[in-house]
């Protein structure tokens, strides 16, 4: 099972982007959803993570400005970023916290914290 992120990049302070994080591999489903980033010197946290029944939570920070959705039916979920500070510059991570893969018709198993490689959001003028 893989997490392949995309949308990041370099963008004006007020400006958006939408970043994706699709899921591949033999799955049979995936509980929890998220987003996490890490910016130079600090730890990373929790962005924003949606359930696989749509329930969504943030951080303070990104209430309000940010927006998760997830399409399961493509195992993909999206994070729409909107008036970006200079504060959210960091490497942005997806995670997926419990996968339920296919192995055999008959035998499947779970794999706990996925996460994706990571894409560079830069707000800067």
């Known amino acids: 099972v893989q997490l392949v992120e995309s949308g990041g990049g370099l963008v004006q302070p007020g400006g958006s982007l939408r970043l994706s994080c699709a899921a591949s591999g033999s799955i049979f489903s995936i509980n929890g959803m998220g987003w996490y980033r890490q910016a130079p010197g600090k730890q990373r946290e929790l962005v924003a993570m949606?359930?696989?029944?749509?329930?969504?939570t943030y951080a303070d920070s990104v209430k309000g400005r940010f927006t998760i959705s997830r399409d399961n039916a493509k195992n993909t979920v999206y994070l729409q970023m909107d008036s970006l500070k200079p504060e959210d510059t960091a490497v942005y991570y997806c995670?997926?916290?419990?996968?339920?893969?296919?192995?055999?018709?008959?035998?499947?198993?779970?794999?706990?914290?996925?996460w994706g490689q990571g894409t560079q959001v830069t707000v800067s003028s």
């Open positions: 949606v359930s696989s029944g749509g329930t969504t």
């Open positions: 995670n997926a916290d419990r996968v339920i893969e296919t192995v055999t018709p008959l035998f499947r198993r779970d794999i706990n914290d996925v």
